[in-house]
């Protein structure tokens, strides 16, 4: 799909605020409602706009504990990749899951929990169950330093 101008500060509007009403969105981007809707409408459609959520707080819900696991396979296989990611898309703990490259392990999963203790319970009875997970290395978060949601837009080149 080919961006122009107006389509570009759409998304930037949407990643800042979701929650901002048509009407508010189209005085911002300086359309009218209709055709703003229907611009977002295309963006959805198009698969540019994947959908909208509701940004919590992680402390103040008591999810005091953000922990970066890297995880190693014991074979490289599309099987045991396909029955880890399966497993791992289970765990409500786990807001993050890539595989990686250029570390000795296949995978980062970034993990939010209340706690060192239950934390010690979700690896040892969740990540090292996995079949195939051969080692684990767990890293802290001592401070949140940046985190953003919104992508860059600046290399985009309006049609």
Known sequence: ???DKLDIR?????QRNGAITNLELADKVGLSPSPCARRVKQLEDAGVIKGQVTLLSASKLDLKLTALIQISMD???PDRFEQFEEKVRG???VIECLLITGQSADYQLKVVVPDMEYYQQFLLNK?????GVSDVHSSFMLREVQNSTELPLTHLQPR
């Open 75 to 77: 074979r490289h296989t």
């Open 91 to 93: 765990f409500p703990e």
């Open 10 to 14: 759409i998304l930037g509007e949407l």
């Open 1 to 3: 799909m080919q961006l």
């Open 127 to 131: 990540i090292t169950r996995i079949e």
